[in-house]
């Protein structure tokens, strides 16, 4: 014999399945969004704790500014690139790569922002992240620069500057981005630490933007990106010159 259901059961399970598929996130949602593109700054002191002997760490300065590091779109690199340099760029024979062709008074701008280009970061920079972008090298390095130039001019490199020497967490962060960029651009940084010598130090921070990066100020760009997560939540913002026990 077949049991009857109560009549009123097919319309209740309707109606819990529609409650939940309201209440449930979109898959696009669930998963975390990448940001069309990502700023990578660097804190060099930091950097040349264990990297003491590199040409870039030679003669270090009290780091006050943010270094460059490159400008990257998630999930695409090496495009179009020769598998010989690709080879020489994992290996990190980076001078071995081809140099990149710019303007005499870009390419000082450059090795002044960027210090690891003495040792050719700029060129495992541009085969890796520069390939997969429409721009030319003059037209790449030219906007990161000015980027850079926003946030070494900006209350985020006031605090670090501040902060030499001593602790620096999320909420300074936030509130220094909030200061210059608006109250909701943290939310689309992350702060990257790592432990030296039994302290954790702050190496950099990446930002996610988007929009029209060749036009908008960086607020704008940081505005048209999605959130991310924060990363290490404190970090020492280091001094020049590394420890004895990282030499």
Same mark, same amino acid.
């Given at each position: ?141 030219? /906007?990161?620069?000015?980027? +850079?130039? #926003?946030?070494?001019?900006? @209350?985020? *490199?006031?605090? $670090?500057?501040?902060?030499? =020497? ?46 029209? /990066?060749?036009?908008?100020? +960086?607020? #704008?760009?940081?505005?048209? @990106?999605? *959130?991310?997560? $924060?990363?290490?939540?404190? =970090? ?12």
């Amino acid at each position: 014999m077949i049991r009857r259901m109560p009549a009123n059961f097919s319309i209740l399970s309707l109606l819990v399945l529609a409650l939940t598929v309201l209440l449930s996130p979109a898959p696009a949602e669930a998963a975390q969004k990448k940001p069309p593109y990502v700023l990578g700054i660097g804190w060099q002191n930091a950097y040349c704790e264990t990297k003491a002997k590199r040409p870039e760490c030679q003669g270090e300065g009290e780091g006050a500014l943010f270094s460059l590091q490159g400008l990257w779109v998630p999930g695409e690199r090496f495009c179009h690139v020769e598998e010989a340099d690709r080879q020489r760029d994992t290996a990190r024979d980076w001078l071995g790569l081809p140099a990149v062709a710019l303007p005499p008074e870009l390419d000082q701008r450059l090795k002044t922002a960027m210090p690891g280009a003495v040792s050719g970061l700029d060129r495992h920079v541009w085969l890796m992240n520069g390939t997969c972008q429409s721009r030319t090298p003059a037209d790449y390095f030219a /906007l990161q620069l000015r980027l +850079l130039d #926003e946030v070494n001019g900006s @209350a985020v *490199a006031r605090l $670090f500057k501040a902060r030499i =020497g001593q602790s620096v967490d999320r909420a300074a962060v936030t509130a220094a981005f909030a200061e210059s960029f608006g109250p909701d651009s943290a939310s689309r940084v992350k702060m990257r630490c790592r432990k030296i010598g039994g302290r954790q130090l702050v190496t950099g921070l990446t930002i996610g933007l988007g929009g029209e /990066l060749d036009k908008a100020p +960086l607020k #704008e760009a940081i505005d048209a @990106a999605p *959130a991310t997560r $924060f990363g290490c939540e404190s =970090g020492i913002v280091d001094a020049a010159g590394s420890t004895p026990k990282s030499r």
